[in-house]
């Protein structure tokens, strides 16, 4: 009886709390499918309509912005995942001089992301003409202060004893990293992997400033362009353009979802 | 193709177009707004001049809102590449001259002919356009804020129809006349809205110290005058509107206003002319437009941007830049430009074009920001603009909020900005 | 433990570190001396003044109040978020139906940029017109201008930001939630602990890593996601919803005043490597990656 009452209690709290949540997405397809009157104006029988994303399709090209996007996220994630092994392995094995100060001064920027130097790091890109290309602003976000802890806390739990059994096999440094280390540190480099995606698929302010055409804005840019208000919004069009440029993103989490969760959750951080 | 062929279609070019036969390839940087219709119609018009054009190329470049696109070319011109043309905000002006980028176009445009066209803008537009006796700029999308209002809304509230209000006092008693409130008391259409949160914000207000008297800033960008009788009069109005039950308590956001309007929520709402076509494409009511409800007398702030040409490109590339600039600015183009977004053609011939007369005849609220032009004023600007702005923007904000008189926010905006424009002096 | 040979110093560290340096450690430096003269323009050449800006700095009222709002967006987005992602995983994390639907729900805002998060919001914030505005009305509340009015705007800002972080941070909490051994779990109740009990007594604890993650992630964005201010508010009304990285790209872009916007970025940088030091030490004493 109790634990019914309990269940009851639970589901309640499990819709409601999911239904905010969704409501602002729901609101979103409401204001995007219909004609720009009814973005406001919540008629039950109100026409459907598609003319926002042709509209929202022809003004601006969001399938260049996305691509942009996706090719900036994937090179700064592979190279974060590189480097940072490369420098979280040579602090958790290995003996040098001045190695704890080293780390201090990497761990000091473990929240100073580099769009907080936003000022000095154009100059430095101006300088450097990268200015207006996607690998600029790529490059500041190459390596990362918070890859290198997450990996190098990991790393250090990998018993000493799997490292010297695979040299004494004959293994080079770079076979124990690649056999013995990264597959242990999976699970690191998933929940990693999520972080940085996510930084990136978001990352607005350094985009903004360094870019200064369409081939190279990412979608953030180009949305923000879009829903500018020097004249009145049309919240049709900007929900339309909001749906359009993440639909592509949510359509395979629908897809994938039930795998991506599973995987993830195999792995987990541990 | 062939370079005969080539050879050809450059003398013919230079046949056609009044400009060079140099080959220059231009960056034009531009701010917009959201409406698609906009992006389209500048895509099209610099198209047709490259067509006329052939040995040029010209490189459009839509670079956000209007802080966003000034940032970007004066980065851009810090760092050795300016732009060639830009829309900036006609604000702008002191900032750029600061910065020495920009060229004066009444040095480039010096014949008889070029002192004609400049001649023939709208003197309204022109103010802000000469710094120290020379022109810096050309008026292309000029604005000006009118009053909208909802016909059906006033004939529900025994208004007629044609006589919006002209001045404060009407403004607020035809206001109390048009709030209407449901069963429990909450309002669901007010009388009026007037934004008072951020820079928009700043340029209504400044418009409304015009039409008390007052003026906000010089044509030296060094002295402002933000705590004179007609500046706080003015923000005690806003205040005012508010207190008297007309206006939403509290701040009111630029981006926003329109969609209220075509909502209902409010029976009238004080914004760009830029809306008219955002306006009269969602509104499905009746609608008119009138000028600004003034203090002493009608007043307006004029706003919007310029053409400027930037400073370390070659003779030949300013040039084909003025070329361009003409172009765009010319009667039958500015009149396309105007249909398309509601900012006013800025000379007087683009009005005689047959296109731009059969629009008047549909759209006769066109007309009335053309109109108001007589009464208008320069826009709020000053050297250190973006910051001094600032002062003013938390004087209004404070204001309306409630956290201070409009005297003592005031008094403290002048104090600031003193501060700042100091060094000028 | 074995001594670095040099041959792989440059690989392991010199490489990556040296963009380190390029994209944090040099512009850091490169702001504290540019913050030592004020702003110039070609007509107004630049001059050196010492400690002026920082004198502006510690007179700023502006600053007080940001940082102020910036101390209260992050002391109640960060724990409400981690709350609320950890109650998520509970729920699509249990048996009851739906939890597909639920989890798709809870993650969507995750896979919306800020940006599009903001403009979104800023439908729903509206006054008057926006949905809360007129589900309010509706019921016959008088409709708050959560914008417009600077006692509710920094709150409304705290709101989308919960929105938008919880659902990334209830996927991490969920892999956690996996990993606690079943088994533990029945002998606590076994033992007769109730379900609340063995929550925070078996389970809470062995969430820890994974809270400390999320915990520096949030910290992180509480610092550099501006985004939803730049477009739902830019800041006011009277700087009511600013946060002190709004402030300095305010300063430095729209008020054109690099030097100011140094001394503040100097001043952030300072801020964040003390509490980045601070977290460091408890990090690496009390976090077990096992």
């Known amino acids: ?270 | 193709m062939k370079k005969s062929n080539k050879i050809i279609a450059g003398l013919t070019a230079m046949l056609m177009s009044t400009g060079s036969a140099f080959a220059a390839d231009l960056e034009f940087y531009f701010p917009v707004g959201v409406n698609a219709p906009a992006v389209q119609t500048i895509t099209d018009l610099v198209d047709a001049w490259v067509v006329q054009n052939p040995q040029h190329t010209v490189k459009a470049i839509y670079a956000g809102n209007y802080d966003e696109t000034t940032t970007k070319a004066l980065t851009a011109a810090k760092a050795g590449s300016p732009p060639h043309v830009a829309v900036l905000l006609a604000a702008d002006i002191f900032t750029l001259v600061e910065e020495e980028v920009v060229t004066p176009i009444s040095d480039l445009a010096n014949s008889d002919a070029d002192k004609e066209w400049l001649d023939g803008f709208y003197k309204g537009f022109m103010k802000d356009a000469i710094f120290e006796g020379k022109t810096y700029a050309v008026p292309f999308q000029r604005s000006t804020p009118v009053l909208y209002y909802n016909k059906e809304a006033f004939k529900k509230a025994g208004l007629d129809i044609n006589t919006p209000p002209k001045t404060w006092e009407e403004m607020i008693e035809m206001g109390k006349k048009l709030t209407i409130k449901d069963d429990n008391g909450n309002v669901t259409q007010w009388g009026t809205r007037v934004p008072t949160l951020g820079g928009g914000a700043a340029w209504i207000y400044g418009g409304l110290v015009i039409s008390n008297g007052g003026l906000l800033s010089s044509d030296n960008g060094v002295d402002v005058h933000l705590d004179t009788p007609e500046a706080i009069g003015a923000l005690e109005f806003l205040v005012e509107l508010a207190e008297q039950g007309v206006m939403a308590k509290g701040g009111i956001s630029w981006g926003d206003t329109p969609k209220a309007f075509i909502e209902g929520n409010t029976a009238s709402m004080w914004t760009s002319t830029g809306n008219l076509k955002f306006v009269s494409d969602n509104a499905d009511f009746d609608w008119g437009v009138g000028f600004m409800p003034g203090g002493k007398g009608p007043g307006a702030p004029v706003g919007g941007g310029n053409f400027y040409i930037f400073d370390g490109i070659t003779d030949e590339e300013k040039a084909a830049s003025l070329d361009f600039i003409k172009y765009m600015t010319s009667a039958e183009n500015a009149a396309k430009w105007s249909i398309a977004t509601g900012y006013i053609a800025p000379r007087a011939d683009t009005w005689e074009t047959p296109v731009m007369k059969e629009y008047a005849a549909t759209l006769p609220q066109a007309l009335v920001a053309r109109d108001q032009l007589e009464y208008a004023g320069r826009e709020f600007a000053s050297f250190q603009r973006g910051k001094v702005t600032s002062f003013l923007i938390d004087a209004v904000e404070a204001s309306v909020g409630g956290q201070s008189t409009p005297a003592e926010a005031l008094a403290k905006a002048q104090k600031l900005a003193d501060a700042v424009l100091n060094e000028y002096k | 433990m074995k001594r670095l040979k040099p041959s792989l110093v440059f690989i392991f560290l010199v490489m990556p570190c040296s963009l380190l340096v390029a994209f944090t450690y040099y512009p850091a430096i490169k702001s504290l001396f540019s913050s030592f003269w004020n702003q110039g323009t070609s007509r107004r050449p630049s001059k050196f003044v010492g400690l002026e800006n920082y004198q502006t700095l510690l007179a700023d009222d502006v600053l007080a109040q940001i940082l102020w709002n910036n101390a209260l967006y992050a002391l109640v987005t960060i724990p409400i978020s981690i709350g609320l992602s950890i109650g998520m995983a509970l729920l699509v994390n249990s048996k009851i139906k739906g939890t597909s639907l639920m989890r798709l729900s809870f993650f969507l805002p995750t896979m919306l940029p800020m940006i599009a998060v903001a403009n979104i919001w800023l439908f729903f914030y509206a006054p008057g017109i926006g949905l809360i505005s007129q589900i309010m009305q509706y019921f016959g509340f008088e409709p708050i201008n959560f914008l417009g009015d600077a006692s509710t705007s920094l709150w409304s800002m705290i709101v989308v930001a919960i929105w938008k972080e919880s659902g990334l941070f209830m996927i991490f909490y969920l892999a956690a939630l996996q990993a606690v051994p079943a088994n533990l779990k029945e002998a606590a109740k076994i033992e007769g602990a109730s379900g609340i009990q063995v929550f925070f007594d078996v389970v809470l604890p062995l969430l820890k890593p994974t809270t400390i993650f999320v915990a520096v992630n949030a910290l992180i964005n509480s610092f550099r996601l501006i985004d939803h201010v730049i477009v739902m508010t830019e800041g006011g009304p009277n700087n009511s919803s600013a946060l002190l990285l709004y402030y300095i790209y305010e300063v430095t872009f729209a008020y054109r005043d690099f030097a100011y916007g140094s001394a503040l970025t100097v001043f952030l940088v300072a801020l964040l490597g003390l509490m980045a030091l601070f977290q460091f030490k408890i990090l690496d004493k009390k976090a077990h990656y096992q």
């Open chain 1, 1 to 270: 009886m109790k634990s019914t009452i309990n269940r009851i209690a639970y589901s309640t709290l499990a819709i409601s709390l999911a239904t905010v949540w969704g409501f602002p997405f729901i609101y979103s397809l409401w204001a995007a499918f219909h004609e720009e009157k009814y973005s406001a104006n919540f008629t039950w029988n109100a026409p459907l309509t598609l003319e926002n994303f042709a509209t929202v399709w022809a003004a601006a090209p969001f399938s260049l912005y996305f691509t942009n996007t996706v090719i900036l996220t994937l090179i700064i994630l592979a190279s974060n995942l590189i480097l940072c092994t490369l420098v979280a392995y040579a602090f958790a094995r290995y003996k040098f001089p001045g190695a704890g100060l080293l780390f201090s001064f990497i761990m000091v920027q473990l929240l100073i992301t580099p769009d907080i130097l936003i000022v000095e790091n154009y100059n430095t890109l101006a300088k450097i003409g990268l200015i207006d290309t996607i690998f600029g602003i790529t490059l500041p976000y190459l390596t990362s202060a918070f890859g290198i802890f997450l990996l190098r806390q990991t790393f250090k739990t990998v018993p000493i004893s799997l490292d010297e059994a695979a040299q004494v096999e004959g293994a080079n440094t770079w076979r124990v990293l690649w056999d013995v280390y990264v597959p242990l540190a999976k699970p690191t480099y998933l929940a990693y992997a999520l972080v940085s995606i996510s930084f990136q698929w978001n990352n607005f302010l350094w985009p903004l400033i360094v870019t200064n055409s369409p081939e190279v804005r990412p979608i953030t840019v180009g949305l923000s362009i879009f829903a500018t208000v020097e004249s009145g919004v049309e919240w049709a069009l900007v929900n339309a353009a909001t749906l359009l440029s993440t639909a592509p993103l949510v359509i395979l989490f629908l897809i994938f979802q039930r795998r991506f969760v599973a995987n993830f959750m195999r792995a987990g951080i541990k």
